[in-house]
C-alpha cells in the first residue's frame, strides 16, 4: 500500500536516531543513591524558598473565613436533614 509520501512497509528515510548514542541518565547517572537524595533535598528546600508565605494577619482572615464558612455548611446541611427526616416520618408514619 503506497501513498503519495512512500510506503508503509518501506519509509522514505532512514532514522536519524540510529546515529546517536543513548544517553546514561545525565545529573542522576553519575552519582549515588545518597547523592541523589541530597539533590532531591536541595530541590525542596529551592522550591520552597519560591513559596510566597501568608502574613499573621492573612492567615487568620484566612482562617477566620474559613471556620464560618464550615458552619454555615453544617448548619445549612441539618437544616436539609432535618427536613428530609421529617418528609420521611411523614411518608412512612
Same mark, same amino acid.
Given at each position: 500500500?503506497?501513498?503519495? /509520501?512512500?510506503?508503509?512497509d518501506?519509509?522514505?528515510? =532512514?532514522?536519524e536516531s540510529?546515529?546517536k548514542k543513548?544517553?546514561k541518565?545525565g ?6 543513591p545518597?547523592?541523589?537524595l541530597?539533590?532531591?533535598y536541595? *530541590?525542596i /528546600?529551592? =522550591?520552597l524558598?519560591k513559596v510566597v508565605?501568608?502574613?499573621r494577619?492573612q ?5 477566620t ?6 458552619v ?5 446541611v441539618?437544616?436539609?436533614d432535618?427536613?428530609f *427526616?421529617e418528609a /420521611?416520618?411523614y411518608?412512612?408514619g
Open positions: 500500500m503506497t501513498d503519495a /509520501v512512500g510506503s508503509i518501506m519509509p522514505d528515510a =532512514e532514522d540510529r546515529d543513548p544517553r541518565g545529573k542522576r547517572g553519575k552519582k549515588g545518597l547523592g541523589r541530597g539533590l532531591f536541595r *530541590q /528546600v529551592a =522550591e524558598r508565605w501568608p502574613t494577619s492567615l487568620t482572615t484566612y482562617t473565613v474559613v471556620i464560618i464558612f464550615v454555615i455548611m453544617i448548619g445549612l441539618t437544616v436539609i432535618f427536613g *427526616q /420521611v416520618k411518608v412512612f
